[in-house]
């Protein structure tokens, strides 16, 4: 079955950028999502991207998708202690269902 | 409220006892999902349902887990027999259709603590 890595941890300072990356094994994905989970709380979409493009940009966010490599990677331009969270990469692997499946999600600390 | 609502929050329960966790998806939306967040897991599909078709079942970990889903709308997560290994943060999902890149709204969860 399709498998989603990540590492566990990141820590950046305030105002620098973060980069948080994800591997997956299943070629025939078709859309990538980043959730943030922050304490006590549930996930909320942060940004998708569709398998068939390599780059989208939102704001402070950046998602790079190099699919030979399958290598997904979030980009938070200026990191605010607000970012402070779990982010978890996730694949949809189509079909009818649709299905996310879940990286193990990195926690992102941020340092004032 | 507008968004994905579960309930309870919370579930503290003894092994062996059976529960029930609801799940009170946006209105019109018709795919629905559970999904489970444990320590040891992470964050697991267990069951999808979508308007009036079967339910995709696959990720259910075991026999003792069940769910249904009446009228399109509310559905229910029953666990059978708990065990101690089903302690974790059970969460639902809606989505307007199952398709394209449409969103997955997620609710608070309830947290299951079995004893």
């Known amino acids: 079955g399709e498998d989603v890595e990540q590492s566990l941890f990141l820590s950046v300072r305030e105002g620098d950028s973060s980069v948080i990356n994800c591997t997956y094994t299943d070629s025939s994905s078709t859309y990538l999502y980043w959730y943030k989970q922050e304490p006590g709380a549930g996930l909320q979409l942060l940004t998708y991207i569709f398998s068939n493009m390599d780059m989208k940009q939102d704001q402070r966010l950046t998602v790079l998708l190099n699919k030979k490599d399958k290598h997904l990677s979030l980009r938070i331009a200026d990191t605010q202690t607000g970012d402070s969270a779990i982010y978890f990469c996730a694949v949809a692997l189509g079909g009818a269902t649709n299905k996310l499946i879940f990286g193990t999600g990195t926690l992102l600390a941020v340092q004032p | 409220g507008a968004g994905v609502s579960q309930s309870p929050s919370n579930k503290v329960t003894e092994k062996g006892k059976d529960v029930e966790l609801r799940c009170d998806p946006i209105?019109?939306?018709?795919?629905l999902y559970w999904y489970r967040q444990s320590l040891g897991q992470g964050l697991e599909f267990l069951i999808y349902f979508q308007g009036n078709s079967a339910p995709d079942k696959s990720g259910l970990p075991s026999d003792r887990f069940s769910a249904e889903r009446t009228g399109g709308s509310v559905s229910t997560l029953t666990i059978q027999r708990t065990q101690q290994e089903d302690s974790a943060v059970y969460l639902c999902a809606s989505r307007l259709t199952s398709g394209g890149a449409g969103e997955q709204f997620f609710g608070p969860g309830t947290r299951l603590t079995v004893l």
């Open positions: 209105s019109g939306h018709t795919a």
